[in-house]
């Protein structure tokens, strides 16, 4: 006897209709309506300058006969390299995709180590904080990496530490790290966050995370603590 057909709506918990719906929302979502007003800017600069390259270079090797293609195709193009490079793709994936896992504790301890190391010498910013499921001793296969930075004030400072976070990304996207990170202007853009989470500190050049919060973990607490 065959299989009574299913409706439309068990269809749609299937992990096909997951990604169909939540990959297109995040390639045009892009963390854009979480973004501190910096880090707003510095995205779409950023998508601007990608975008009239890819022009340039379509116009050059006189790919498509119209402008107006070539402009869509840029644009298209751009917002792609974006989401790839300078977005939240590995956690997209995650939570689109039932059986696929997070690359594990080991290589989140790596980078936060390696991460630690490079913030060292960005003056730029001044806090990085960890949160989320890592610092509520509830990490898991289908955890994120959620960080934080706040950086210091002046334009030059913004520019700096934007590049920073946006080059993180890449790095994260490379060793296939969930990493969910933002920029804040000031100390106030942590407020977002949930109110009974204890961070791990792994910079604080001018005590703020101190002053801000009665309790937190400093990171080398943390890396002896957590072992994998």
Known sequence: MSSKPKKWWEVRKKNWWRAFRNLPVFWMHQRTTYM?????????????????????????????????????????????????????????????????????????????????????????????????????????GKSDLDVRYIRRRGFINALAANSFAAKERVIAFLTRIPLDSFVGDKVEFLDKLRSDEIPIVIKDDESMMAKKYKKYVPFDKFLRDFNP
């Open 36 to 140: 501190d007003k910096t880090e707003f800017f510095f995205h779409i600069f950023l998508s601007i300058i990608v975008t009239m390259v890819l022009y340039t270079i379509l116009a050059a090797y006189e790919l498509f006969s119209s402008q107006w293609t070539r402009i869509l195709a840029a644009a298209i193009a751009t917002r792609t390299l974006t989401y790839l490079f300078n977005d939240h793709f590995w956690g997209g994936l995650l939570v689109s995709f039932s059986f696929i896992k997070n690359c594990g504790k080991k290589s989140i301890r790596k980078y936060l180590i390696n991460s630690h190391r490079r913030i060292s010498r960005c003056n730029s910013i001044h806090s990085y904080n960890v949160y989320g499921s890592l610092v509520r001793g509830e990490f898991h």
